[in-house]
């Protein structure tokens, strides 16, 4: 996809196929509305099934008429994305479907979030629709809701707000109507912020649908199976957070195991460093934490419960030195090459002298941490365990500790596998 500058503060893009007719009727009333947000915009209809007709009542209302010779929705929707030059990208069907007075309330919503879209499906919001239509929109909803944890309840509304930047984070492949449930997934897969506003439905006015209901419903299938893999993988930017809430109750019971652990080591501090948070429950029950992480998209996830959170490397933290009363890496360790006790000294830097170390890491020297990797790289193979790369072992880690002056004052294990180290960081006059 091609970017414009944006030299505008909103584009409505139309996508239009054979929508002459309810043209004639949207066009001025929604050009009049927008006059009255006292903002600059442009209208684009893009239309997919070239018409002279299209083209005269488009460019007779004042807005900017776009032929796409590729024949689909998500083309239409994605070319004029492409095309226009507005911060903000509203897009609404042609059949006068989507009232145009609802443009200000989600113009109004626009800094909640990085998507706002009218739905259908939540409190205070309704679907005027033929009976079929409307327990197939539901069940498909229902259904990616379930399978996904993607929490919107209507991810197929095409009558939505964007921030048009998100779009250069995100390439979508599909180019029929399923595109709309695609960019839900990939925008928040980058932690980007959904947010619904009640909307009332109401059917197209002239003409019929272009949308196939069974073809509808089988392209979405499609998506889902193309999407469940990514979607249930560790590149997914919540994908520790939903671990807590898991389904499968031993990955749900680790989880919780390890959180309890470590915010009974470090929730009394007044000051705190989590090393490697990514997208963990500890860090969302640490207001007060700082949250370091290399992945800049679990950090925009966990803006929705914390905002002191530094893009860093535990190899280099962006801290001086005994910034912290504690310092807390959890699952970080074994996933450095060539540590040699490297991390351990950067965490050690900006902890103060006397403050607490909460480090985290498997226990290669048990049996049953190789035990369950060796299992866990069987029955999720591209998960964590292939990115274990430096085993340490009981021994190994207390050794690192004390050669380096602390004082390991507590432990704990979750299966005998994951261990859990409090140290002490020893003080200038050696205490």
Same mark, same amino acid.
């Given at each position: 996809?091609?970017?414009?500058?944006?030299?505008?503060?909103?584009?409505?893009?139309?996508?239009?196929?054979?929508?002459?007719?309810?043209?004639?009727?949207?066009?001025?009333?929604?050009?009049?509305?927008?006059?009255?947000?006292?903002?600059?915009?442009?209208?684009?209809?893009?239309?997919?099934?070239?018409?002279?007709?299209?083209?005269?009542?488009?460019?007779?209302?004042?807005?900017?008429?776009? +032929?796409?010779?590729?024949?689909?929705?998500?083309?239409?929707?994605?070319?004029?994305?492409?095309?226009?030059?507005?911060?903000?990208?509203?897009?609404?069907? *042609?059949?006068?479907?989507?009232?145009?007075?609802?443009?200000?309330?989600?113009?109004?919503?626009? =800094?909640?979030?990085?998507?706002? @879209?009218?739905?259908?499906?939540?409190?205070?919001?309704?679907?005027?629709?033929?009976?079929?239509?409307?327990?197939?929109?539901? @069940? &498909?909803?229902?259904?990616?809701?379930?399978?996904?944890?993607? %929490?919107?309840?209507?991810?197929?509304?095409?009558?939505?707000?964007?921030?048009?930047?998100?779009?250069?984070?995100?390439?979508?492949?599909?180019?029929?109507?399923?595109?709309?449930?695609? @960019?839900? =997934?990939?925008?928040?897969?980058?932690?980007?912020?959904? &947010?619904?506003?009640?909307?009332?439905?109401?059917?197209?006015?002239?003409?019929?649908?272009?949308?196939?209901?069974?073809?509808?419903? &089988?392209?979405? =299938?499609?998506?889902?199976?193309?999407?469940?893999?990514?979607?249930?993988? $560790?590149?997914? %930017?919540?994908?520790?957070?939903?671990?807590?809430?898991?389904?499968?109750?031993?990955?749900?019971?680790?989880?919780?195991?390890?959180?309890?652990? $470590?915010?009974?080591?470090?929730?009394?501090?007044?000051?705190?460093?989590?090393?490697?948070?990514?997208?963990?429950?500890?860090?969302?029950?640490?207001?007060? *934490?700082?949250?370091?992480?290399?992945?800049?998209?679990?950090? *925009?996830?966990?803006?929705?419960?914390?905002?002191?959170?530094?893009?860093?490397?535990?190899?280099?933290?962006?801290? !001086?030195?005994?910034?912290? *009363?504690?310092?807390?890496?959890?699952?970080?360790?074994?996933?450095?090459?060539?540590?040699?006790?490297?991390?351990?000294?950067?965490?050690?830097?900006? +902890?103060? %002298?006397?403050?607490?170390?909460?480090?985290?890491?498997?226990?290669?020297?048990?049996?049953?941490?190789?035990?369950?990797?060796?299992?866990?790289?069987?029955?999720?193979?591209?998960?964590?365990?292939?990115?274990?790369?430096? !085993?340490?072992?009981?021994?190994?880690?207390?050794?690192?500790?004390?050669?380096?002056?602390?004082?390991?004052?507590?432990?704990?294990?979750?299966?005998?596998?994951?261990? @859990?180290?409090?140290?002490?960081?020893?003080?200038?006059?050696?205490?």
């Amino acid at each position: 996809m091609r970017y414009r500058p944006a030299t505008l503060d909103l584009s409505v893009v139309i996508p239009s196929m054979h929508e002459a007719e309810n043209l004639k009727d949207l066009l001025p009333r929604l050009i009049e509305h927008l006059k009255t947000l006292r903002i600059s915009w442009e209208v684009l209809v893009v239309d997919a099934g070239p018409a002279e007709e299209t083209q005269a009542v488009t460019e007779g209302a004042g807005a900017r008429y776009i +032929l796409e010779e590729q024949r689909g929705y998500g083309r239409a929707l994605l070319r004029g994305i492409s095309e226009s030059e507005g911060e903000y990208v509203l897009t609404m069907d *042609a059949d006068q479907s989507h009232p145009v007075q609802f443009v200000r309330r989600l113009w109004n919503a626009r =800094l909640r979030g990085d998507i706002i @879209i009218a739905s259908r499906y939540v409190d205070g919001g309704h679907a005027n629709q033929p009976r079929g239509r409307y327990w197939l929109s539901r @069940i &498909l909803n229902w259904f990616f809701s379930f399978g996904l944890s993607l %929490p919107v309840r209507d991810k197929t509304s095409g009558y939505r707000l964007y921030r048009k930047n998100l779009f250069a984070h995100i390439d979508p492949l599909h180019v029929n109507f399923v595109i709309l449930m695609e @960019i839900l =997934l990939k925008a928040y897969a980058n932690g980007k912020t959904i &947010l619904e506003v009640p909307f009332y439905y109401h059917p197209r006015i002239e003409g019929q649908s272009n949308a196939r209901v069974i073809q509808f419903g &089988l392209d979405y =299938l499609r998506l889902f199976k193309s999407m469940w893999s990514e979607r249930n993988s $560790i590149r997914f %930017p919540d994908y520790d957070w939903r671990a807590h809430d898991s389904r499968i109750w031993f990955q749900r019971y680790w989880q919780r195991k390890r959180h309890e652990i $470590i915010l009974e080591y470090a929730a009394p501090f007044p000051s705190i460093c989590d090393v490697g948070c990514g997208s963990s429950r500890i860090l969302s029950d640490l207001p007060h *934490a700082v949250g370091v992480d290399l992945r800049h998209d679990k950090l *925009a996830f966990m803006r929705r419960t914390n905002d002191r959170l530094v893009q860093g490397d535990g190899m280099g933290l962006p801290f !001086p030195d005994s910034s912290f *009363a504690c310092v807390i890496s959890s699952q970080v360790l074994e996933h450095i090459p060539n540590e040699a006790g490297r991390h351990i000294e950067e965490l050690l830097r900006v +902890l103060q %002298p006397g403050g607490t170390l909460v480090l985290g890491t498997p226990d290669y020297g048990t049996w049953q941490w190789p035990a369950i990797e060796w299992l866990y790289g069987k029955l999720a193979p591209g998960a964590y365990a292939d990115e274990h790369v430096n !085993p340490y072992t009981r021994a190994e880690l207390e050794t690192a500790l004390t050669e380096r002056g602390c004082v390991v004052e507590d432990s704990a294990y979750i299966c005998n596998a994951e261990l @859990i180290l409090k140290a002490k960081k020893g003080t200038a006059n050696g205490s």
